[in-house]
Nanobody, 120 residues
Framework: VQLQAFGGGLVQPGGSLRLSCAAS????????MGWYRQAPGKQRELVAV???????TYRDSAKGRFTISRINAKHTVYLEMNSLIPENTAVYYC???????????????WGQGTQVTVSS
């Protein structure tokens, strides 16, 4: 299973970016899909997660500005980020909790990360 993340870049404060992450390979199903980020010198932290049924969880600072969504048939998760601030600068990683055939237990897989820089 591989996860490929896209969409990072340089954006001015107040701007928007949309990240996407697609899982590929031998996949029976995907449970949770999520976005995490890691700023220089800091630990990786959860940004948002979405269940297979669409339930979502956000870190407090992302609520109202970020929206996570997914298309199950495409094994893809998105993160729409609006009103970006410099503190959102980090490498953003996607993670998927994947059931690989013929197993029934889900395992976590990570994408390679995409850099988001918010700066004027």
């Amino acid at each position: 299973v591989q996860l490929q993340a896209f969409g990072g870049g340089l954006v001015q404060p107040g701007g928007s970016l949309r990240l996407s992450c697609a899982a590929s390979g031998s996949i029976s199903s995907i449970k949770n899909m999520g976005w995490y980020r890691q700023a220089p010198g800091k630990q990786r932290e959860l940004v948002a997660v979405i269940g297979s049924g669409g339930s979502t969880t956000y870190r407090d600072s992302a609520k109202g500005r970020f929206t996570i969504s997914r298309i199950n048939a495409k094994h893809t998760v998105y993160l729409e980020m609006n009103s970006l601030i410099p503190e959102n600068t980090a490498v953003y990683y996607c993670k998927a909790n994947v059931v690989v055939p013929p197993g029934v237990t889900a395992q976590d897989y990570w994408g390679q990360g995409t850099q988001v820089t918010v700066s004027s």
